[in-house]
């Protein structure tokens, strides 16, 4: 490579990282005003017009980041309790076996306490809440079923599923089972083993090969 297109391969590369790193600042500041509003006016009297208007930029901008006000609720949400992800993977993966790994995902949801600021318009908006965020989980289900991914793949390669099992479909099962159990519990969540017995049952059985047995 000559010094020119050495040059010119550094000055691309410097400019799609600042390209990303603007990007990754305007949708920061979004959240921010996201946040600032809702504290203060709580979600029914929160818009995107003054969410816009709070971060300084565009509705058009804003809506090309989030296309509707329950996404961008959930994300600002979110932020405001990014640990649990990396909470519940130590969770979760601490069990042993896919069975085990959803009940401790359940019992972990269950356990788990949101921010103060999503548990105050939880307690302060009751319905709001339930519809915006309620709409919001149907758009990030895909991405909260990747956290699946790599326990459903381990439990593949150790026969615990079929070797045919389509892991991102079936990631999208488990997360929407889970959600379901820590939404309405069918069982006495205190009691691991009826738990894990409904999961075993239901759950794994059918992500099971035909005929396999169950431990």
Not at 37 to 60: H, V
Not at 134 to 163: C, D, I, K, N, S
Request: include cysteine; hydrophobic fraction near 50%; proline fraction near 5%.
């Amino acid at each position: 490579m000559t010094p020119d297109a050495a040059a010119g391969a550094a000055a691309t590369t410097a400019a799609t990282t600042a390209t990303a790193a603007a990007a990754t600042s305007s949708r920061d500041r979004l959240l921010d005003a996201a946040e600032r509003c809702l504290r203060r006016n709580g979600i029914r009297r929160t818009t995107m017009i003054e969410i816009a208007d709070e971060a300084g930029t565009s509705r058009a901008w804003l809506y090309k980041n989030f296309p509707d006000k329950a996404s961008l609720v959930v994300a600002a949400l979110a932020r405001t309790d990014e640990q649990f992800w990396a909470d519940a993977h130590a969770h979760v993966s601490a069990a042993d076996g896919i069975a085990a790994q959803v009940v401790a995902a359940v019992r972990f949801s269950l356990d788990h306490r949101p921010g103060a600021l999503a548990l105050r318009l939880q307690a302060e908006e009751p319905e709001a809440y339930a519809a915006t965020v309620g709409t919001g989980l149907r758009e990030m289900l895909p991405g909260m079923a990747v956290f699946w991914h790599p326990y459903l793949e381990a439990a593949r390669q150790a026969g615990e599923v079929r070797a045919d099992l389509d892991v991102a479909r079936a990631a999208e099962w488990v997360i929407r089972v889970i959600l379901s159990l820590v939404t309405i519990p069918p069982v006495d969540t205190a009691d691991p083993d009826a738990l894990r017995r409904l999961v075993d049952d239901f759950l794994v059985h059918g992500l099971s090969a035909p005929g396999a047995g169950r431990g």
